[in-house]
């Protein structure tokens, strides 16, 4: 099976600008979740979908978006882009277990700078 | 809120040396444990899993065992290799509605040398 893609790989934009990001999960994944890797922050979660609904979100503000298509696919969007910004976006998928607790699967992420 | 504490890194070993990452975790409720493996310039791949308190996981020669009653998931290594060098995450899961998300630790990076 085809891992978890991303695209673009980098991106580079000016503040004030917006950005999307796409993810195209691993065949057969229904739930989507996006991450933000910072030096500074570490890792940290912005929001999970399934079927085409958020079901959770991180603690970020609304500038961050994002969406699920029908064929699981998923897009995050970030408005009115800010310096603090620049990270390594991940994008990870997993089945829906029927109970109990499952695996994320990562994709390379995309490098978005902020200048 | 749950949360994840890894040993501070870097950590630098010569190549067959033992390797423990300590990891300790405070959470409600069992979550799942994970060990992550990021590479220069990649996303982050599952090293191993456990589940359930005593569970051991382990992959590739690595192996941690779920401590419930010392809340940890230390990382173990018997003899590493060159190719081993990377930064290493600890993390749990979080249910909440339903959805589920990933807790990190901070991340050890690992180099290790010839």
């Known amino acids: 099976k085809a891992g978890v893609t991303q695209t673009p790989r980098y991106l580079i934009k000016t503040r004030g600008q917006q950005v999307t990001l796409s993810c195209s999960p691993i065949?057969?994944?229904?739930?989507v979740s996006w991450y933000q890797q910072t030096p500074g922050q570490g890792l940290q979660f912005l929001f999970e979908?399934?079927?085409?609904?958020?079901?959770n979100k991180g603690n970020f503000p609304g500038r961050f978006s994002g969406r699920q298509f029908s064929n699981s696919r998923s897009e995050m969007n970030v408005s009115t882009l800010e310096l603090g910004d620049s990270a390594l976006y991940l994008c990870?998928?997993?089945?829906?277990?029927?109970?109990?607790?499952?695996?994320?699967?990562f994709g390379p992420g995309t490098r978005l700078t902020v200048t | 809120g749950n949360s994840v504490t890894q040993m501070e890194g870097p950590v630098t070993l010569s190549e067959e040396a033992f390797l423990t990452i300590n990891c300790t975790y405070t959470?409600?409720?069992?979550?799942?444990l994970f060990w992550y493996v990021q590479y220069p310039g990649e996303g982050l791949q599952l090293l191993l899993k456990?589940?359930?308190?005593?569970d051991k996981g382990s992959n590739k020669g690595f192996e941690a065992t779920y401590r419930k009653e010392t809340t940890s998931f230390h990382l173990e290594k018997g003899s590493v290799q060159v190719s081993d060098s990377a930064v290493y995450f600890c993390?749990?899961?979080?249910?909440?509605?339903?959805?589920?998300?990933?807790?990190f630790g901070q991340g050890t990076r690992l180099t290790i040398n010839p």
């Open positions: 990870a998928s997993s089945q829906i277990p029927g109970q109990g607790h499952y695996e994320q699967y």
């Open positions: 065949s057969g994944h229904r739930s």
């Open positions: 979908y399934f079927s085409e609904t958020q079901r």
């Open positions: 959470a409600t409720g069992y979550p799942s």
């Open positions: 456990a589940t359930k308190a005593d």
């Open positions: 993390a749990l899961s979080e249910s909440q509605q339903g959805a589920q998300k990933l807790v």
